[in-house]
Each structure stands twice: as C-alpha cells, then as structure tokens.
C-alpha cells in the first residue's frame, strides 16, 4: 500500500521561507510524477506544483511561480517544496499526492494517493 507523509510546515512570519517534504513509500516511487496541492479554510483544494517522473519537468500555479520550488530525489523517495517569500494568502494545508502515471497533473482528479497534510500558517 502507497503511503505519502508530509512534514516541514509550521508558522512562519510574511516574507520567510518553509521546505516541505514528502515521504513515498510502498510503490514505485519514480515511476509516477508527483505534485503539491494545498487548501485554505473555507476553499476547494487547489493545485499548486507538480513534477515529472525524472524531475526534468515542473508545473506551477501563477500564484507561486518564482517564489516555490518543487523538486524530488527519487533515491530518497521524497519530493519537496521549497516556499520562498511567503504571503498570508498562502496560509494552507498542504497535501502532497501521486500522479496516477508519470505524467504531470493539474487537475486532482488525476492523483490516487495522498498524504495526511501539512498545515502552513503565514502571519502578516
């Protein structure tokens, strides 16, 4: 059985940084792409980054683009994110999840296992 585990989120003051990580195990991990998802109170679930099987590729939400990093070590079986210069409105839990193939996915539909979250508290 597939088992992801999220860490690394916290409270952070506006303008600081967080790394999370997410820890595969039970599968294939390099066989699949993989991707950041996050969820506000009171909103849907969003996408936030996604990377290729290999790390070669990445796709990121505009509203993170030049602040977050995704990135994976497929010899660790974890994926990270890399939150730079973080804004209030980025305050989320944050899920990270398998991709159904190696493909990368936007659409959560696409993902068949996800981790617990990791809650992400940014004050102003």
């Known amino acids: 059985q597939v088992q992801l585990v999220e860490s690394g989120g916290g409270l952070v003051q506006a303008g600081g940084s967080l790394r999370l990580s997410c820890a595969a195990s039970?599968?294939?991990?390099?066989?699949?792409?993989m991707g950041w998802f996050r969820q506000a109170p009171g909103k849907e679930r969003e996408f936030v980054a996604a990377?290729?099987?290999?790390?070669?590729?990445?796709s990121y939400t505009d509203s993170v683009k030049g602040r977050f990093t995704i990135s994976r070590d497929n010899a660790k079986n974890t994926v990270y994110l890399q939150m730079n210069s973080l804004k209030p409105e980025d305050t989320a839990l944050y899920y990270c999840?398998?991709?159904?193939?190696?493909?990368?996915?936007?659409?959560?539909?696409?993902?068949?296992?996800w981790g617990q979250g990791t809650q992400v508290t940014v004050s102003s």
């Open positions: 999840a398998r991709s159904r193939d190696g493909s990368r996915r936007l659409n959560e539909y696409e993902y068949d296992y």
């Open positions: 039970g599968g294939t991990f390099s066989r699949y792409a």
């Open positions: 990377i290729s099987l290999g790390g070669a590729g990445t």
